[in-house]
């Protein structure tokens, strides 16, 4: 079975503190991606990454930054934490990059930055 | 963004009855999925539909694309307490880098009371 696991599903932490969210999956997937989700607003994409050390800019990429030194793992960096990044993020693989396929999703970290 | 738009927001049935909900989105694209979230947790990819599909099925699922309307619609046949959970739509565009990107909607939750 496709698993994406994510090192911790409740995390509080205080503003200005830099903060490592990880993301391992077990599926040799080439894809990666970080998205957060919010009331009202649904998922949007923080980052992507295709392959290893290789990184895109998604919808919202400000305040955040994405390290994927392995193919199994993608983090993401809140350089200095603030409130305003207070959410649940979620992490994603899919197979390859092109054509049509689905994104299997980790549980969630929910976020709580104060 | 192309983001999907659910409608409706929210949806109350009883056990037994369907559940249909709608998706509607702004520019062209390559597929379209739909996913399910229980409370609190992470996503799970229920079925694709690519743009050259009009309708798939996959058990109790049944998804109508209408790309001239833009539009898409997933029904829940025979509903269980257990489909209790908000489903989003995400519509998936391949851009200039060949790379499949997922806009996802804000969400319709459905409750399904026994």
């Known amino acids: 079975d496709v698993k994406v696991t994510q090192s911790s599903r409740y995390l509080v932490k205080r503003t200005g503190e830099k903060v490592f969210l990880e993301c391992v999956q077990d599926?040799?997937?080439?894809?990666m991606f970080w998205y957060r989700q919010d009331p009202g607003l649904g998922l949007r994409l923080i980052y992507f990454?295709?392959?290893?050390?290789?990184?895109e800019k998604g919808d919202i990429p400000e305040g955040y930054s994405v390290s994927r030194e392995k193919k199994e793992r993608f983090s993401l960096i809140l350089e200095s934490a603030s409130t305003n990044q207070t959410s649940m993020y979620l992490c994603?693989?899919?197979?390859?990059?092109?054509?049509?396929?689905?994104?299997?999703f980790g549980p969630g970290t929910r976020l709580t930055v104060t | 963004s192309q983001q999907g738009e659910e409608d409706p927001q929210a949806l109350s049935i009883q056990e037994g009855e369907n559940a249909t909900m709608n998706c509607s989105y702004k520019t062209s694209i390559n597929n379209l999925q739909w996913y399910r979230q229980n409370s609190g947790r992470g996503l799970v990819h229920l079925i694709l539909?690519?743009?050259?599909?009009r309708e798939k099925h996959s058990g109790r699922l049944r998804v109508t694309l209408d790309t001239s309307k833009k539009s898409s619609s997933l029904l829940i046949t025979a509903s269980r307490a257990a489909d209790t959970a908000s489903y989003f739509c995400a519509t998936a565009s391949f851009g200039n880098t060949g790379f499949q990107k997922l806009v996802f909607g804000t969400g319709t939750r459905l409750l399904v009371s026994p």
């Open positions: 539909i690519r743009s050259n599909e």
């Open positions: 990454s295709y392959d290893v050390k290789m990184k």
């Open positions: 994603a693989s899919s197979l390859l990059p092109q054509g049509h396929y689905e994104q299997y």
């Open positions: 599926m040799d997937h080439e894809n």
